[in-house]
């Protein structure tokens, strides 16, 4: 439902520009019962409405990024375990604290032992408020704050991690690989910015580009950037 109303003015639009191109080669309308599109046609009906002028630029990589997101795995989008800044579950909130002035995140998964046994999810909002309220002192661990997190393949549809993570109402994600380890780690901002572009906060600092022109037949790739990605440059 939420899906809907996001894309329905982008509905509304690619359906009547879908009832002009039929028109326009003398093709009969089917009922909205039976009508039905291909990707590919979905693809080429939102070409020309952006050549005509019915959606903008934005609008158009908005729409075009939706059809693109179907086909991702989560290991594409993760942040990959040598980037994952996780606590062990033993931890004062005092020596915690002292990372996250640093780091700057909400959310950190809690392992034991290390990062191949994430047991769960520390929130700061919820240490921040419990300390504030008097509930805690910065000498307490953090084991009590730790709340569930769920575990999946790497090689998931984003859009099933996606439909999986609304179900269990996380915001953050595990990936194991093939051997059972952990891969790295996706949460609910980083799928959305697959379709909406980057999610930028307060705390966030200019990154550097994943590709880089340095000259007319070199290009600077960083080393966690996709190859396959790497054709579209």
């Known amino acids: 439902m939420i899906f809907y109303k996001v894309m329905f003015p982008f509905i509304w639009v690619l359906n009547g520009s879908a009832?002009?191109?039929?028109?326009?080669?003398?093709l009969q309308q089917v009922s909205e019962h039976d009508m039905a599109h291909s990707e590919?046609?979905?693809r080429i009906i939102l070409s020309e409405s952006y050549k005509s002028g019915e959606i903008n630029q934005?609008?158009?990589?908005?729409v075009n990024k939706i059809f693109e997101f179907d086909d991702?795995?989560?290991k594409e989008i993760m942040i990959p375990r040598t980037e994952v800044v996780s606590f062990p579950y033993d931890i004062t909130i005092e020596e915690m604290l002292k990372?996250?002035?640093v780091e700057k995140y909400t959310r950190y998964p809690i392992e034991d032992g290390d990062k191949d046994n994430i047991i769960g999810v520390l929130n700061i909002k919820e240490v921040l408020t419990a300390c504030i309220s008097g509930e805690c002192s910065t000498s307490d661990t953090i084991e009590k704050f730790v709340?569930?997190?769920i575990h999946v393949i790497e090689t998931v549809p984003v859009h099933d991690l996606l439909l999986k993570m609304q179900r269990e109402r996380v915001h953050m994600a595990i990936l194991s690989d093939e051997?059972?380890?952990?891969a790295g780690l996706v949460t609910v901002e980083d799928i959305l910015e697959e379709i909406v572009g980057e999610i930028r906060d307060e705390f966030d600092?200019?990154?550097?580009?994943e590709v880089r022109k340095l000259e007319k037949t070199i290009t600077s790739l960083m080393a966690r950037f996709l190859l396959i990605k790497s054709t579209c440059y």
């Open 40 to 42: 590919e046609e979905l």
């Open 72 to 74: 991702r795995l989560a």
């Open 179 to 182: 051997y059972g380890g952990t």
């Open 19 to 26: 009832r002009l191109l039929t028109k326009a080669f003398g």
């Open 58 to 62: 934005s609008e158009f990589k908005y």
């Open 99 to 101: 990372v996250t002035k």
């Open 205 to 209: 600092i200019d990154e550097i580009n």
């Open 147 to 149: 709340n569930p997190i």
